[in-house]
């Protein structure tokens, strides 16, 4: 999942264009999802290492740096099962995917002033935005480095990844 790709008119990235760096750095059955810098691929490298080479050939593709979040299939199946929202429509719930585990003390340091809900994954933060994000005034400064994505995006990538390994 690609970091501030594709929202708000700023970096701007074809999702065909997104596809063939995949492919260019050896990722396989690359399937991309809507324009917001969502990609499935089989690779044999740890979600580690794919970061790093998946980085490098955005780096080299585009000019500019692009951070990812990179989840194995079962780790973002994983995370969709935890959610702890799962009361709540899920196109205004959303998982903000971050590289390590959210600081303990993040709800602690939250503003929700619209009532939004807040809980910690794994590495991820899950917020249930009630209204809507549009007009929400969530202050989450541990989601600053992070990428957030919709339960229905997330469940599509889960939906995705399935059927590559079924393939």
């Known amino acids: 999942m690609l970091r501030a790709v594709n929202v708000g008119g700023t970096g701007a990235l074809a999702m065909a264009e997104l596809r063939r760096s995949c ?3 050896g990722f396989a059955a690359v399937r991309t999802y ?3 810098g969502n990609v499935v691929f089989t690779s044999p490298l740890d979600a580690a290492a794919a ?3 998946l980085e490098e050939a955005l780096q080299e593709s585009t000019g500019r740096q692009v951070r990812v979040a990179v989840r194995t299939a079962d780790e973002l199946a994983a995370a ?3 959610n702890p ?4 429509p899920p196109s205004t719930t959303v998982m903000v995917f971050l590289d390590a585990p959210p600081p303990t003390d993040t709800l602690e340091h939250a503003l929700a002033p619209g009532g939004e809900r807040l809980a910690l994954g794994v590495r ?6 009630g209204a809507g994000m549009g007009r929400s005034r969530l202050k989450l400064s ?3 480095e992070g990428t957030a994505r919709n339960v229905n995006t997330v469940a599509k990538l889960v939906a995705m990844a399935a059927e590559i390994a079924a393939a």
């Open 34 to 36: 809507n324009a917001s």
């Open 142 to 144: 541990a989601a600053a």
């Open 85 to 88: 929202f799962a009361d709540a």
């Open 23 to 25: 492919e260019a750095a």
């Open 80 to 82: 969709l099962a935890a």
């Open 124 to 129: 991820e933060i899950y917020v249930a935005y």
């Open 51 to 53: 970061k790093r080479r």
